[in-house]
C-alpha cells in the first residue's frame, strides 16, 4: 500500500498534529517503511509458535503490601511546600 498526501494529512487530522506540507513526505515515507516492515512479519513462517505476551518470562515482583505505622511526620512533611503543625497546607478548590 503506497501511503499518499491525503492519507497523510487524514492521519495527521485524526491524531490532532499539525504536519507541515515539508514534513508530509517524510511522514509518508516513514508510514511506507513501516508498513513494508509489517508485510515482511506477516510473510514469516509461525506454524506451531505459541503466541506469547513477553519474549522473556514474566513473573511478579512486586512486595507484599504491609500495613505499618511510622511515625514520621516531621520527615514527611519536610517535603511539602506548605504546610500547618501535622498536615500538609494545600490551597482552598472550593469555595
Given at each position: ?23 508530509k ?13 509489517i ?22 515482583v ?21 504546610h ?12
Open positions: 500500500m503506497k501511503i499518499t498526501e491525503e492519507t497523510v494529512r487524514y492521519a495527521a487530522a485524526l491524531a490532532k498534529l499539525n504536519v507541515s506540507e515539508e514534513e513526505d517524510n511522514v509518508a515515507k516513514g508510514l511506507d517503511h513501516i508498513l513494508e516492515y508485510e515482511t512479519m506477516n510473510g514469516l513462517d509461525t506454524e506451531g509458535v505459541e503466541p506469547m505476551s513477553h519474549v522473556l518470562p514474566v513473573k511478579n512486586f512486595r507484599e503490601d504491609e500495613v505499618v505505622n511510622l511515625d514520621n511526620r516531621e520527615e514527611l512533611l519536610k517535603n511539602a511546600p506548605k500547618t503543625v501535622d498536615s500538609f497546607a494545600v490551597p482552598k478548590t472550593v469555595e
